[in-house]
């Protein structure tokens, strides 16, 4: 880019926080950039043992990367809006970190992963 600064401001940095095992984990990362791609440079894979290999790396036709979105994100994917609306996984390849947000990784899924009750 020429004749534009490329340095990143601090407002274009967002912290992500992972609910895993023990305590939160926070990643800060810039905005813009997809959760999927945020969580695996984090090695905090949203995948299965099994996914983690079969999986359509990012282009949201597979269903594997799914996660527990903790925040008011808009779904935005055809996918992700039914898994919003049917309390399934959201699939962290097609959410852009745009803000701050927290999430969870799904320890007990099979492929995808299971139905909670929407409250």
């Given at each position: ?8 401001t ?9 609910h ?11 905005t ?5 791609s ?8 949203p ?8 999986n359509?790396g ?9 996660v ?29 970190v ?9 320890e ?5 992963g299971?139905?909670?009750?929407k409250?």
């Amino acid at each position: 880019m020429e004749g534009q600064d490329s340095r990143k401001t601090r407002d274009d940095v967002v912290t992500v926080t992972v609910h895993h095992t023990g305590e939160p984990i926070l990643i800060e990362t810039t905005t813009g950039r997809s959760l999927r791609s945020v969580l695996l440079e984090a090695d905090l894979s949203p995948y299965t043992s099994l996914t983690a290999y079969a999986n359509c790396g990012g282009r949201g036709i597979c269903a594997t990367c799914g996660v527990r979105v903790r925040d008011t994100t808009e779904p935005t994917h055809w996918h992700d809006r039914l898994a919003d609306r049917f309390g399934y996984p959201r699939l962290s390849c097609q959410i852009a970190v745009m803000e701050d947000m927290t999430i969870e990784l799904v320890e007990e899924k099979r492929v995808w992963g299971r139905r909670e009750p929407k409250s």
